[in-house]
């Protein structure tokens, strides 16, 4: 064979080696790269579903776990307790509400056992601020608010009911919001001040049950707060579980709030009697 030949041919083997070798290193990364991938979504799977069982144990029993820690095979979850309520201010744990939602507000204690214990309440003479909405501008999908108070009064149950409207044009008959300018129980848009005795007509000896809150217009989802002039009872619990796999440090929290059980929406426009209905 000429040299120049064997040249050629030599020159095309290192050509079609280089190109193999490229492919085969490609192929090799790409792989490791799929295995890592999929690794991370095992174990990230993994430390997710221990975080859930971390909550899920925390709502069995009602509290954080004795340590506020869950072991689940060979991962260990962190529970942290959060408890809501019980102060002057309270926002729902930053949950946000869309149109016509209920939101509930206890204005009476709670047993241990969860049950309904009247003995303490918020003061029938006491007052609240009610703030809603995130946006300041007003337009047709700012939210009005209607604030209906369940109250006890010689051992019936009665329900008073306002509601109010940043956007005054609308001809709803709500109204008007009493702030519009933002900055309300902290940052929310709109607020309104209630006093339970002068704006609900509350006589002596009253027993304020709850506050009952439903957002309307909004086509998103928007916050509500409050701000009291005492304290609120307590609304409930919220937890949050954090697992990590040690190997990896891969980390996955959930949290999850558990207020106590309401009456649902219709109940406040349900007309109930413990005796005869006649026409």
């Given amino acids: 064979m000429p040299k120049n030949n064997s040249g050629q041919t030599l020159l095309i083997i290192l050509l079609i080696t280089a190109v193999i070798l490229t492919i085969g290193l490609a192929v090799a990364s790409y792989s490791i790269t799929n295995i890592r991938i999929s690794r991370y979504e095992e174990e990230s799977a993994r430390a997710f579903s221990a975080a859930e069982a971390g909550i899920e144990e925390a709502l069995k029993l009602g509290a954080a776990p004795e340590g506020g820690l869950v072991d689940i095979g060979d991962i260990t979850a962190e529970v942290v307790e959060t408890v809501q309520g019980g102060g002057r201010d309270f926002d729902f744990a930053g949950t946000k509400f869309a149109s016509e939602e209920l939101a509930n507000v206890w204005l009476v204690d709670h047993t241990e056992e969860g049950a309904l214990d009247s003995t303490t309440h918020f003061p029938a003479d006491g007052s609240l601020t009610v703030c809603w909405g995130d946006e300041t501008t007003i337009n047709d999908e700012t939210p009005a608010i209607e604030v209906a108070l369940l109250y006890q009064e010689a051992g019936s149950f009665k329900i008073a009911r306002g509601a109010f409207d940043p956007k005054t044009d609308r001809g709803n008959g709500f109204d008007a919001a009493d702030e519009t300018g933002g900055g309300n129980c902290g940052d929310l848009a709109f607020a309104?001040?209630?006093?339970?005795?002068?704006?609900?007509?509350?006589?002596?000896?009253?027993?304020?049950?709850?506050?009952?809150?439903?957002?309307?217009?909004?086509?998103?989802?928007?916050?509500?707060?409050?701000?009291?002039?005492?304290?609120?009872?307590?609304?409930?619990?919220?937890?949050?579980?954090?697992?990590?796999?040690?190997?990896?440090?891969?980390?996955?929290?959930?949290?999850?709030?558990?207020?106590?059980e309401s009456p649902p929406a219709v109940f406040d426009y349900v007309l109930f009697s413990t005796g005869d209905l006649v026409k």
């Fill in 192 to 260: 309104e001040d209630l006093d339970l005795v002068a704006d609900f007509g509350l006589p002596a000896g009253t027993i304020p049950y709850a506050l009952r809150l439903r957002l309307f217009y909004n086509t998103g989802l928007e916050p509500i707060a409050l701000s009291a002039s005492s304290n609120l009872p307590l609304q409930g619990k919220c937890y949050e579980s954090k697992a990590t796999i040690t190997e990896s440090n891969v980390s996955r929290k959930v949290r999850q709030c558990q207020f106590y």
